[in-house]
């Protein structure tokens, strides 16, 4: 992720990780995207946050949602502390972008906290498969 970060020249004031629900924490015993934004933050030196963004209710899993289903279901599920992001250019960190659902709501809730610019910065991408018309 770092090369990458070089690659495309990424200015950030802060890097947030997408914040995974008390459930799937625990489940997991970890959260990835906080792992890669952490790891991420001391190869190019940029602070890293965990309080800046907050799951504000758990989702169900987006496995086998189409797009439309994805953005509702974590449609509201974040809120920013404005404390944390006023002002700054921010990069949402998580493991694996499919739809870009997450990163989308977790921008909303940045923005809303007076987020300057909001990018997403993933490890993995995910193509999804066009239904025929």
């Known amino acids: 992720m770092v090369e990458g970060w070089a690659r495309f020249a990424m200015e950030a004031d802060l890097l947030v990780p997408v914040p995974a629900s008390r459930a799937r924490q625990r489940q997991r015993g970890y959260n990835q995207a906080a792992m890669l934004a952490r790891a991420l933050a001391e190869g190019v030196a940029v602070p890293f946050c965990l309080q800046a963004l907050h ?5 169900p899993s987006q496995v086998g949602l189409d797009q439309n289903a994805r953005r509702e279901n974590v449609r509201g599920a974040f809120m920013a502390d404005p404390r944390w992001v006023s002002g700054k250019r921010i990069v949402v960190v998580d493991d694996v972008c499919t739809s870009g659902a997450t990163l989308e709501a977790c921008a909303a809730a ?3 906290a007076g987020a300057r ?3 997403g910065f993933t490890l993995a991408r995910v193509i999804l498969q066009q239904e025929d018309c």
């Open 110 to 112: 940045l923005y809303q």
């Open 117 to 119: 610019s909001v990018w």
């Open 55 to 59: 799951r504000i209710r758990s989702t």
